[in-house]
């Protein structure tokens, strides 16, 4: 029964994120990305993301080697960005707590739409639990291929807690229950603050899962 947690947004915020991804990649591509290029991307994943800037700066499909030259790019810019004495992220510790304590009952994932080492990264920037797996964009895989991924094997019911439209749309096409985080995602499923306390995280995950056939 995974309890899958996106990251960015819902955990916590790194801010200047697009930014660092326009650049990686004018690194590797020896031209940045512009704003307008950026805003026409279809997905939220980052494999779906430098797809669609790969097909319209060149001409085809990215390729897997050209995935890990961006992710080795990217990693490098967010480490450096976010090293000790220099700027930090923003932690939702609420909800970070809250996680934590789900995990201590169920098997909790993140899936998130970050390249994997960048995932790995920001999990330890926020202070994830490493016994919590993790799973990030993937070639060739949008954001609900991920969720199903993670179920795979896995007796229902299931949730996915995030914080955006494409979150909730992936949850929706998996058939998973969704639990929100901030205002951006209205509907009539639970939605909770960023600042939340813990204890209300976990009370609308075990609400929501009770309601559940």
Request: glycine share 12%; aromatic share 8%.
């Amino acid at each position: 029964m995974p309890i899958c947690f996106d990251l960015d947004g819902t955990l916590g915020h790194f801010s200047s994120g697009f930014v660092l991804l326009r650049e990686a990649l004018g690194e590797v591509w020896g031209e940045t990305p512009t704003v307008e290029e950026l805003r026409l991307c279809r997905g939220s994943t980052d494999w779906e993301i430098v797809d669609d800037l790969h097909r319209m700066r060149f001409g085809r499909e990215l390729d897997e080697p050209g995935y890990t030259a961006y992710e080795a790019a990217c990693i490098a810019r967010f480490r450096v960005t976010f090293a000790p004495g220099a700027q930090k992220a923003q932690r939702f510790a609420g909800v970070l707590e809250g996680m934590h304590r789900l995990a201590s009952c169920h098997q909790v994932w993140l899936v998130s739409g970050n390249a994997p080492g960048l995932l790995a990264f920001k999990a330890e920037v926020l202070g994830v639990d490493a016994a919590i797996p993790r799973l990030g964009s993937l070639p060739r895989h949008d954001r609900t291929d991920l969720l199903r991924r993670a179920l795979r094997g896995c007796p229902g019911p299931h949730l996915y807690v995030g914080d955006r439209p494409h979150d909730l749309l992936a949850a929706q096409a998996a058939g998973m229950p969704f639990v929100g985080i901030g205002e951006a995602v209205p509907g009539d499923h639970p939605c909770l603050a960023p600042d939340s306390e813990a204890g209300h995280l976990v009370a609308a995950v075990e609400a929501a899962l009770k309601g559940l056939p």
